[in-house]
């Protein structure tokens, strides 16, 4: 890796949640790297491609990036409130969907599984009558 993608990497490491392209370069830009947004985008492609940086798409459709705590195949569960990142096994997920898969004639079935709750920390933080990771309506 080059200086530059080391430096992009590490910074992901830090932030420990998915965070944006976009996120993830003001966050460099603050702590004094000259990186450009272009060159983190083609970083991420790089390390999303070696397996070193999970991808999402988020609600809002863009891309976000964690680095990966781990080769071996797995999903994530996320807190909507805070972001924590847990990564879950993912052979249960695998072996269900090459089940539907060969149930319906597909092979190769790749599954993607993203679990969305609160953690017990937010959850701790929600007024009663709360549930967390919601915003009361107006």
Same mark, same amino acid.
């Given at each position: ?13 830090? /932030?420990?949640?998915?965070? +944006?392209?976009? !996120? ?5 830009? +603050? /702590? ?7 060159? $983190? ?6 390390? $999303?491609?070696? #397996? /070193? $940086? ?22 994530? =569960? =996320?807190?909507? +409130? ?8 993912? %052979?249960?997920? !695998? ?6 898969? /060969? ?5 190769? $079935? ?10 017990? !920390? ?8 709360? +549930?967390? #990771?919601?915003?009361? %309506?107006?």
């Amino acid at each position: 890796m080059t200086v530059q993608q080391e430096t992009i990497w590490h910074e992901l490491a830090e /932030a420990g949640i998915f965070v +944006s392209a976009q !996120d993830l370069h003001a966050r460099l830009r +603050s /702590a004094g790297h000259r990186i450009g947004l272009a060159t $983190v985008y083609r970083t991420l492609h790089v390390l $999303v491609e070696a #397996g /070193a $940086v999970d991808v999402l798409r988020a609600r809002d459709r863009h891309s976000i990036y964690r680095a990966c705590g781990g080769r071996e195949p797995h999903h994530h =569960l =996320l807190c909507r +409130s805070c972001g924590r990142t847990v990564e879950v096994p993912g %052979r249960v997920l !695998d072996e269900w969907a090459a089940g539907a898969g /060969a149930e319906h004639g597909f092979t190769q $079935v790749t599954p993607i599984g993203e679990f969305f709750g609160t953690c017990a !920390d937010c959850a701790a933080l929600a007024p009663p009558g709360l +549930s967390a #990771g919601r915003r009361p %309506r107006r």
